[in-house]
């Protein structure tokens, strides 16, 4: 497609359980962040991937939260033992990845996630 | 580090009053500054950006100077309608590469027929 996927959309868990969440980026765009985004705090950085390069990990908020993207493409964000604090929306971006800091940086429309 | 503040909302307009939302910035260097926009049942989506001193972005109706001296990014629209009511997120980027995005924590906006 022409944006950045995000799966499921919706995703109502029970406080315990694992989810993993899906972000198929934009063809050709070498650059993939995580943010969430909970009711009045804003978004918070969570993972940025850049080429080959190791991940920029420091926003993941706990040992719990970990992602992966294979083959310089898809992504999975993984929420291990989910507690209900972390209900919120999970938001997918990218970027191109040849250019200074100007990219503009183009986001999927979230997956909602409610930890019951 | 760099970080982003903006001004609180809600804020609440009549159609066709001038909008002012304030954002100012700390960050090392050159940073690149955006605003982004979240209309109510969607994704964030880029309103428009600036990536140097003095630049002015501007699209639909809205601008917003990069102004390197105040260390500022006031995004402003002269008439407003009911279809800018939305979240306004103000944002910066760092000088190299593809670095994360910091942003502001939103402000909403209303506007009433």
């Known amino acids: 497609g022409a944006g950045v996927s995000q799966s499921p959309s919706n995703k109502v868990t029970e406080k315990g359980k694992d989810v993993e969440l899906r972000c198929d980026p934009i063809?050709?765009?070498?650059?993939l962040y995580w943010y969430r985004q909970s009711l009045g705090q804003g978004l918070e950085f969570l993972i940025y991937?850049?080429?080959?390069?190791?991940?920029?990990k420091s926003g993941l908020p706990s040992d719990r939260f970990s992602a992966e993207r294979t083959g310089g493409s898809v992504s999975t964000l993984t929420i291990q033992r989910t507690q209900q604090e972390d209900s919120a929306v999970y938001l997918c971006?990218?970027?191109?990845?040849?250019?200074?800091?100007?990219?503009?940086?183009?986001f999927g429309e979230g997956s909602w996630l409610t930890v019951v | 580090g760099n970080s982003v503040t903006q001004m609180e909302g809600p804020v609440t307009l009549s159609e066709e009053a001038f909008l002012t939302i304030n954002c100012t910035y700390t960050?090392?260097?050159?940073?690149?500054l955006f605003w982004y926009v979240q209309y109510p049942g969607e994704g964030l989506q880029l309103l428009l950006k600036?990536?140097?001193?003095?630049d002015k972005g501007s699209n639909k109706g809205f601008e917003a100077t990069y102004r390197k001296e105040t260390t500022s990014f006031h995004l402003e629209k002269g008439s407003v309608q009911v279809s800018d009511s939305a979240v306004y997120f103000c944002?910066?980027?760092?000088?190299?590469?593809?670095?994360?995005?910091?942003f502001g924590k939103g402000t909403r906006l209303s506007v009433i027929a």
């Open positions: 971006a990218s970027s191109l990845g040849d250019r200074g800091g100007g990219n503009t940086i183009y």
């Open positions: 063809s050709g765009h070498t650059a």
């Open positions: 991937f850049q080429g080959n390069s190791a991940p920029d």
């Open positions: 960050a090392t260097g050159y940073p690149s």
């Open positions: 600036a990536t140097k001193a003095d």
């Open positions: 944002a910066l980027s760092g000088h190299s590469g593809n670095t994360p995005l910091v």
